[in-house]
């Protein structure tokens, strides 16, 4: 959380959330609707100490105060959502609460999945940590599951790791890339003869994150990927209990394994 954050107006703070106009948090601070560790507060022009811990002492309405800024989150991204704030269709976004989607400064993904690919995906409204952790230089490592839809002809795992694979269009070879075939228990259980019958299913590890850059580095090889699944992100690892759809708010244990 920026020093920025640590100290803010009520007013302000709440505004910032969603949970209306500075109009409506005084309107909701004279009717004794917010109260911060067990008292109501009487001036919404106040300053609080914002820390993530606020949540569990304020409430509003009697409901617990939602996460305050420097939120992270966690979320298994499904298939068919897009990773934008504009665009037609089904949007990330609208997997979150509605009072969260009017949060400023405004929840953006960490970074982006396609449309047709699932899995762990991060969210916040910290800016500096967005930008961190997509910074190349910061070596956060992203691990995929692709299913190809062709066999392996042998060597990919050698060009990959190369640091000379030219993705089309671009100018600058791609960053070594570690590439392993799945084990079974990486196949969600499937048995050898169904993963060969499905196409080979292998485990990429990426330390930058060009645009499409899984799909495009197997058309470089020759394939092409039918299924794409994140399932780490630097140190986070997707929980099983987290299911399509779902995501729960990192602590700062969790934002830290990010960077481990
Ligand atoms: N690479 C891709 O091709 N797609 C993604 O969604 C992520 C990495």
């Known amino acids: 959380m920026s020093a920025a954050a640590k100290s803010m107006r009520l007013d302000r703070l709440l505004a910032n959330l969603g949970y209306g106009s500075r109009r409506d948090i005084q309107s909701l601070v004279k009717r004794g609707r917010v109260v911060l560790d067990g008292s109501p507060l009487t001036d919404a022009g106040q300053h609080v100490a914002v820390s993530r811990e606020l949540s569990e002492r304020m409430t509003i309405a009697g409901a617990r105060l939602d996460p305050p800024p420097g939120l992270v989150l966690m979320m298994h991204k499904p298939l068919g959502v897009t990773c934008s704030h504009k665009e037609a269709g089904p949007l990330i976004y609208h997997l979150l609460p509605q009072r969260w989607r009017a949060r400023k400064p405004a929840i953006s993904t960490i970074g982006r999945l396609d449309k047709d690919t699932s ?74 003869a169904e993963v060969d019958a499905n196409g080979p299913v292998v485990v990429v590890t990426l330390m930058e994150g060009r645009y499409h850059q899984v799909r495009r580095m197997f058309a470089a090889l020759g394939n092409h990927v039918g299924a794409l699944h994140r399932d780490r992100f630097g140190g986070l690892q997707m929980p099983d209990d987290l299911a399509a759809g779902e995501f729960r708010v990192l602590d700062e244990a969790g934002i830290e394994r990010i960077f481990a």
């Open 119 to 192: 899995g762990l995906l991060l969210l916040t409204d910290d800016g500096a940590l967005l930008h961190r952790a997509i910074a190349p230089k910061s070596k956060v490592a992203k691990r995929y599951l692709a299913r190809l839809a062709r066999p392996l002809r042998g060597d990919e795992a050698e060009v990959l790791a190369s640091g000379t694979l030219m993705l089309e269009g671009e100018a600058k070879p791609l960053l070594p890339v570690e590439m392993e075939i799945a084990t079974e228990a990486e196949c969600g259980g499937l048995s050898k």
